[in-house]
């Protein structure tokens, strides 16, 4: 099993959904299969569509600290590939050999966080209007600067009210569960456990739904980590994820 309650094939469907996001580890596939398996190791081979062409990856797991170095070594000889590894979150790495960089957290749906904001009331929303396509952009843009809609048939948006305001949100895809774009919060509102509540009732959201685990992803916008980067990991973290990775694209000097 692969983080205790996923099996490969279980991965290779969270994936390839998770590609609709187009970020530097996971794009639109054209196809996906496990090339090979050892005792603490998965070597999962992708084709990308990317702007009408097909490009090759390498995603190499490892849920062991010492597994790195190995897999460093196994992927170099991929020459023609992006190379994509993925490690536990404490495991040390050269920076040097990387050029992209991003976590990935995943929470059993009875996990245990930190007490939430009681506060805070939350409404969900399977459709939405013009109106309340404004209500998300105004967080997103007063939270991390941009707007990215939902998607229709994909995405559940939960917002989080306080005091009858929206000051919060996120979008569970309910193919995946994974928190697509992350959890937001107007940053006036900030530290005031209304990401927390929100995280509360996505867990009880997909347990609902019949899932096992919640997942988030956060791109960084530099490889050492930004303040806001270092701020969400701070958040996350906080929360007691069940799994806490990181995945890096590797550069041609590796």
């Given amino acids: 099993?692969?983080?205790?309650?996923?099996?490969?094939?279980?991965?290779?469907?969270?994936?390839?959904?998770?590609?609709?996001?187009?970020?530097?580890?996971?794009?639109?596939?054209?196809?996906?299969?496990?090339?090979?398996?050892?005792?603490?190791?998965?070597?999962?081979?992708?084709?990308?569509?990317?702007?009408?062409?097909?490009?090759?990856?390498?995603?190499?797991?490892?849920e062991t600290q010492d597994g790195a170095s190995k897999i460093i070594e196994l992927l170099r000889k991929y020459c023609d590939s992006v190379k994509l590894l993925m490690v536990p979150e404490d495991t040390s790495m050269n920076l040097g050999l990387v050029n992209a960089k991003s976590l990935l957290y995943l929470w059993k749906v009875n996990a245990k966080t930190l007490e939430p904001n009681r506060n805070v009331s939350i409404k969900t929303f399977s459709e939405w209007d013009e109106n309340d396509i404004e209500t998300f952009k105004n967080i997103h843009k007063k939270s991390w600067g941009f707007f990215i809609p939902p998607r229709n048939r994909d995405h559940i948006v939960i917002v989080a009210y306080l005091n009858n305001l929206a000051v919060g949100m996120g979008y569970l895809n309910i193919h995946n569960f994974n928190i697509d774009y992350g959890i937001h919060v107007i940053k006036s509102y900030w530290r005031k456990r209304i990401g927390t509540a929100l995280l509360v009732k996505i867990l009880e959201l997909a347990r609902s739904m019949g899932a096992s685990y919640i997942s988030v992803v956060r791109v960084f916008r530099s490889v050492k980590g930004t303040p806001s980067d270092i701020r969400a990991v701070k958040f996350y973290r906080a929360n007691n994820p069940s799994v806490k990775m990181l995945v890096y694209k590797l550069n041609d000097k590796m």
């Fill in 1 to 62: 099993m692969l983080f205790e309650f996923m099996n490969i094939e279980e991965f290779i469907n969270w994936y390839s959904e998770l590609g609709k996001l187009k970020i530097f580890w996971a794009k639109p596939i054209e196809s996906i299969e496990l090339l090979n398996k050892e005792s603490n190791l998965y070597l999962v081979s992708i084709k990308w569509v990317a702007k009408s062409k097909i490009k090759n990856a390498i995603l190499a797991i490892t």
